[in-house]
């Protein structure tokens, strides 16, 4: 089978974990791997699903589990012109965070039974699903504390679900060092690394092993968009960790602390990402802290 593609997950500094849904066709839906444990609930269109060396059939109900670095994929049996508003809903989380999470909270233990088994693959039972499907559903749009609620809810009923199986064989094992050998991985970890320094497309390409050309084909592949997509969006992620951290600290300062180099520029971006100003999204806040305060 074809080397997997790294899918680069963004989990927000201020989330725990990441739920979102999606249509058909999208840019994850290809052979692909990731570090993080996914829950993937197909919604709509039934076809084949892959999971580390095991090949099967799915339709709407198909609940699956995959542990870290675990290739997967789901194809639709559907006409090449076919578009599906609403395909399936993700529910992605880390190793670290299961960690965290246990040990702050030890009535979790159990669970450790289902996550080891994830690294083959889990298939839930049509029962499991169906109680599972509507807390996913209600997850996407959660907020707050209900957020929380809601995803310990659902690894609840994974944890104590009866007659799932795993999908791999026992002998299959992910190699994510072979899987991330390839320069473009070395590109993010840069990316991450130096986020506020300046750099381009001819920095990045050199460190992969890449002409500029190849490494922005590989870069989109990987993860989805093109390179200034991604830097702006890491960028702004960081400037709202910044305006709710110190609210003495001025906009233009925010602006060059966060690798933005253009004051116009970065309201702009701003404003595309969070469909506010970052003065816009101050005042909410601290209207929203002084609301809390209050009460």
Same mark, same amino acid.
């Given at each position: 089978?074809?080397? *997997?593609?790294?899918?680069?997950?963004?989990?927000?500094?201020?989330?725990?974990?990441?739920?979102?849904?999606?249509?058909?066709?999208?840019?994850?839906?290809?052979?692909?791997?990731?570090?993080?444990?996914?829950?993937?609930?197909?919604?709509?269109?039934?076809?084949?699903?892959?999971?580390?060396?095991?090949?099967?059939?799915?339709? *709407?109900?198909?609940?699956?589990?995959?542990?870290?670095?675990?290739?997967?994929?789901?194809?639709?049996?559907?006409?090449?012109?076919?578009?599906?508003?609403?395909?399936? %809903?993700?529910?992605?989380?880390?190793?670290?965070?299961?960690?965290?999470?246990?040990?702050?909270? *030890?009535?979790?233990?159990?669970?450790?039974?289902?996550?080891?088994?994830? %690294?083959?693959?889990?298939?839930?039972?049509?029962?499991?699903?169906?109680?599972?499907?509507?807390?996913?559903?209600?997850?996407?749009?959660?907020?707050?504390?209900?957020?929380?609620?809601?995803?310990?809810?659902?690894?609840?009923?994974?944890?104590?679900?009866?007659?799932?199986?795993?999908?791999?064989?026992?002998?299959?094992?992910?190699? *994510?060092?072979?899987?991330?050998?390839?320069?473009?991985?070395?590109?993010?970890?840069?990316?991450?690394?130096?986020?506020?320094?300046?750099?381009?497309?001819?920095?990045?390409?050199?460190?992969?092993?890449?002409?500029?050309?190849?490494?922005?084909?590989?870069?989109?592949?990987?993860?989805?968009?093109?390179?200034?997509?991604?830097?702006?969006?890491?960028?702004?992620?960081?400037?709202?960790?910044?305006?709710?951290?110190?609210?003495?600290?001025?906009?233009?300062?925010?602006?060059?602390?966060?690798?933005?180099?253009?004051?116009?520029?970065?309201?702009?971006?701003?404003?595309?990402?969070?469909?506010?100003?970052?003065?816009?999204?101050?005042?909410?806040?601290?209207?929203?802290?002084?609301?809390?305060?209050?009460?």
């Amino acid at each position: 089978m074809l080397k *997997p593609d790294l899918e680069v997950v963004q989990i927000g500094r201020s989330e725990s974990f990441k739920a979102w849904e999606h249509g058909y066709p999208f840019h994850t839906v290809r052979w692909h791997f990731h570090p993080e444990y996914e829950i993937h609930h197909v919604v709509e269109t039934s076809g084949r699903y892959f999971v580390g060396d095991f090949i099967g059939s799915f339709e *709407p109900g198909n609940l699956v589990l995959t542990g870290p670095n675990l290739p997967h994929n789901w194809v639709s049996d559907v006409p090449d012109d076919a578009q599906i508003p609403l395909r399936n %809903r993700v529910l992605q989380f880390t190793e670290e965070f299961v960690a965290k999470a246990t040990a702050l909270f *030890p009535e979790m233990a159990p669970c450790a039974r289902i996550m080891e088994a994830s %690294r083959r693959g889990v298939l839930f039972t049509p029962k499991t699903a169906a109680e599972v499907g509507p807390l996913l559903a209600e997850l996407i749009p959660a907020r707050g504390v209900r957020r929380l609620e809601l995803f310990l809810a659902i690894i609840d009923r994974l944890c104590s679900a009866e007659g799932a199986r795993p999908l791999s064989s026992a002998d299959y094992l992910p190699d *994510p060092s072979g899987f991330m050998s390839e320069g473009i991985n070395a590109a993010l970890a840069f990316i991450n690394a130096n986020l506020t320094e300046p750099f381009g497309e001819a920095d990045l390409a050199a460190i992969a092993g890449l002409s500029p050309s190849a490494f922005s084909r590989s870069f989109r592949r990987h993860t989805g968009m093109a390179l200034v997509k991604y830097v702006n969006r890491l960028r702004i992620n960081l400037a709202c960790q910044l305006l709710m951290g110190d609210e003495a600290r001025s906009i233009t300062d925010i602006c060059f602390s966060s690798g933005f180099n253009n004051i116009s520029n970065f309201n702009r971006q701003f404003l595309a990402q969070k469909g506010m100003t970052p003065s816009e999204f101050r005042r909410l806040l601290i209207g929203n802290i002084s609301a809390l305060a209050a009460q």
